[in-house]
């Protein structure tokens, strides 16, 4: 099916599965402890052995010497791997280091050989005895250092001579920002960093792989499939039809799956050598160095405006580094979107790092972003006196996407996100002063930021099967990576053929079945819902043709059909099979499709001790037609937990000399818990946007990170007057203010 224009009124319009709340149809197998993940799949290859992945003790340099003799004598060992042996393979299959092989190490624990045996334990065990010798080169590490212009005024044009920048994106223009700057009666310039972060998911990454002659299987945790089986075939030189993936159910992603990593190379590896199935999960304390996290980023941000608070111009510098030089956290995502401003500057810029790969993660881009850019938009509020809300209302653009020239917003209800959630959450009530309003101990603040996130579309397929009973087997390779994707997809195909929820069965994650969008950039929920739609559409004609009607002016309800004054049952036709996908034409590149959210926070600090407690968390989202208010809302809520580890205790602390990050376990590496979280509201706007797709829905997993880690940086500083601008917002950045406050 091609999408080709805003979809009219059609099926959805008059829902009755879709929208409506819907308890996950996979929850009793996730509550029970029987939802099979990959490092439990028991069944699959019940002679596995276990693998243990070493990993590289230097940052950069070469293995000099490797010595498995002793390791290869230990109990139990099946087989080893070391990476001096084989051509190192798997770099830009979305990444940017290789995932196994050569003697040459690109990041600290890099893996450098899979030790496989009858247990783990042995496994590890014989690891231990591994002998590597290395030569270590110097490298770079810390990113103030590689990016020495970040925050510098001379920035308009591009990095100068200092560092190693690799890639400089030309600053985006329009207009005469210097100018405007010079001219404009109220500015703030400010300079903000966020910290590398990790995505500690609960699942690791895990892989159990299976030969068969030249045939392999990886039952997996991965978030796009169609991807990672291509990348496979291309790292193993194999044929695409020759691997097969399958990864059912997966316990967080947050973007560490959206690529395979180092447990499925060596997993497929390692049963290569060892002549059976073998089975591996990444060490928790590998992690973090091993794979991918969340870019720290450097960005400056300068706004002009008019006394009445209106942006006349605007300037949205990021710095990042990574491995490559290229591939960087492009914090001015949100910028030419949000805000309407005259004149504007917007660059993002990458720097050479030796630190593990910075890769995407939840929200890449505007999740650090609006750290940033609307924590600047609470202090132009207060540099011009205006309500924050008020002055982001006093910004809103009119006509086109005033940073995207050429371009509309499909749907866009930001204002109406921030006057009903002021509303709701009684914003009136805040006192303006910063430090002005005392609980006992407590100083109490609150927040707002409003939130942006690009909502893209990509072409999607299923399969669905309608049997002899009535019951419809939906198959497409979608994943669901606890975000609800089982049920949202149950809805679409019983809405489409008006059966109820109970007679769906869906099936996901599986290479074998039509290629999805896969869970990622937030496109998971609409495309893959479209995808199943067009399926639908294609059995229904199907079962038109066979039984004499035209299918797309029939009803379909109750497990009926109903054409004129003629009526069957659905299953009159016997069992059929139709396959069909989505596929979005270019008419949307006119658009800007994106959701919109209203955050609100507020938060109390110990005037003596300096310790953040969050009371109370609200988003207003507008995101299209929701599909499952209640995973949708669950998304969101999890997304706000997400983004308050992020403005207050989230950091990958970077050993600047070893070029390592240090509290690279669960230990060390600071979540938020029950505690840390308040009650938490979620509202959606009753808004659909025609311009997404055939449902007229938008994805929400990734708007609720960006917004609500701003509003709580502002509630702070409404509590306490004091502006940390380095994140986390941890109390040893403002303790010693506090006396002053307190
Ligand atoms: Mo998302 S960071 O594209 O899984």
């Avoid at 879709?18 to 699959?44: C, F, M, Q, S, W």
């Avoid at 009973?469 to 053929?497: F, K, R």
Wanted: charged share 20%; glycine share 12%.
């Amino acid at each position: 099916m091609d999408f080709n224009q805003p979809a009219g009124t059609n099926l959805f319009d008059n829902a009755r599965v879709i929208g409506k709340p819907t308890p996950r149809i996979d929850g009793p197998l996730k509550t029970t402890g029987t939802a099979p993940y990959a490092y439990e799949r028991h069944d699959v290859a019940p002679d596995a052995a276990y693998g243990y992945i070493l990993g590289a003790a230097i940052a950069k340099g070469r293995i000099s010497a490797m010595n498995v003799a002793e390791a290869r004598r230990a109990p139990g060992v099946v087989a080893i791997v070391a990476a001096p042996d084989v051509a190192p393979v798997g770099k830009g299959m979305g990444n940017v280091a290789p995932l196994f092989g050569g003697s040459d190490v690109a990041h600290y624990h890099q893996a450098i050989a899979v030790v496989v045996a009858e247990t783990f334990e042995q496994a590890r065990a014989a690891a231990a005895l591994i002998r590597v010798d290395y030569d270590r080169t110097p490298g770079a590490f810390d990113l103030a250092r590689a990016a020495p212009h970040a925050g510098a005024e001379e920035q308009d044009d591009g990095a100068g001579d200092g560092g190693d920048p690799q890639s400089q994106q030309t600053p985006k223009r329009i207009g005469d920002f210097a100018d405007a700057f010079a001219a404009a009666p109220v500015k703030v310039d400010a300079t903000y960093t966020t910290p590398d972060e990790s995505h500690a998911m609960i699942e690791p990454h895990a892989t159990i792989a299976g030969w068969d002659g030249d045939k392999l299987t990886l039952w997996t945790s991965n978030q796009m499939i169609a991807w990672s089986k291509s990348s496979m075939a291309k790292i193993l030189g194999i044929a695409e039809e020759n691997v097969r993936l399958d990864s059912p159910y997966i316990g967080g992603g947050f973007g560490s799956k959206l690529f395979v990593r180092a447990d499925a190379v060596c997993a497929a590896l390692a049963a290569k050598e060892a002549g059976r199935p073998v089975k591996i999960a990444l060490q928790r304390p590998l992690i973090a160095n091993n794979t991918a996290h969340r870019h720290a980023t450097i960005q400056r941000i300068r706004l002009g405006a008019g006394r009445d608070g209106r942006i006349t111009a605007i300037a949205h510098e990021c710095w990042s580094g990574n491995l490559d030089g290229q591939s960087g956290e492009d914090g001015t995502a949100q910028t030419p979107v949000l805000y309407a401003g005259a004149n504007r500057l917007v660059a993002s810029r990458v720097t050479h790092l030796d630190l593990p790969e910075g890769n995407a993660m939840r929200a890449p881009g505007e999740a650090v972003g609006h750290l940033a850019l609307e924590v600047a938009m609470d202090e132009l509020a207060e540099a011009t006196g205006m309500d924050p809300v008020a002055l982001r209302l006093a910004n809103e653009p009119t006509g086109e996407v005033p940073g995207k020239p050429g371009t509309r917003y499909s749907e866009r209800n930001l204002t109406r996100c921030l006057t009903e959630g002021a509303e709701r959450f009684g914003w009136a009530r805040r006192n303006a002063r910063p430090g002005a309003v005392r609980d006992g101990r407590w100083l109490v603040g609150m927040g707002v930021a409003a939130g942006y996130r690009g909502a893209p579309t990509q072409k999607s397929a299923a399969r669905v099967r309608l049997e002899a009973d009535g019951l419809l087997v939906v198959e497409t390779d979608m994943t669901d990576i606890g975000t609800g994707s089982y049920t949202i997809i149950a809805q679409t195909a019983a809405e489409t053929m008006g059966l109820p929820l109970d007679r769906v069965s869906v099936r996901l994650g599986d290479s074998a079945f039509p290629a999805a969008a896969g869970s990622g950039g937030q496109w998971g929920a609409a495309s893959s819902t479209a995808g199943v739609y067009a399926a639908c559409v294609a059995l229904r004609r199907k079962i038109g043709e066979q039984l004499g009607f035209a299918a797309d002016d029939a009803t379909f309800a109750d497990g009926r059909i109903t054409a004129g004054d003629r009526s069957w049952a659905l299953t009159d036709a016997g069992a059929q099979v139709a396959e069909d996908g989505i596929a979005f034409g270019d008419f949307q590149k006119g658009y800007d499709l994106g959701t919109y959210a209203g955050h609100f926070a507020e938060v109390a600090v110990d005037a003596f001790t300096g310790v953040t407690r969050i009371r109370r968390m609200l988003a207003v989202c507008d995101a299209g037609r929701i599909l499952n208010p209640m995973s949708a809302r669950s998304q969101v809520i999890g997304a706000m937990v997400m983004a308050a580890g992020g403005a207050l205790m989230e950091e990958l602390v970077v050993d600047t000399r070893f070029g390592l990050f240090v509290n690279h376990d669960l230990a060390g590496y600071e979540v938020p818990v029950h505690l840390d979280i308040p009650h938490q509201e979620v509202v959606f706007l009753d808004t659909v946007d025609p311009v997404s797709t055939p449902l007229k829905a938008k994805g929400v997993g990734e708007l609720g990170i960006c917004g609500p880690g701003a509003a709580i940086a502002n509630a702070i500083y409404n509590a306490t007057g004091i502006r940390v601008r380095e994140y986390p917002l941890t109390l040893d950045k403002y303790l010693d203010q506090l006396p002053q406050v307190a």
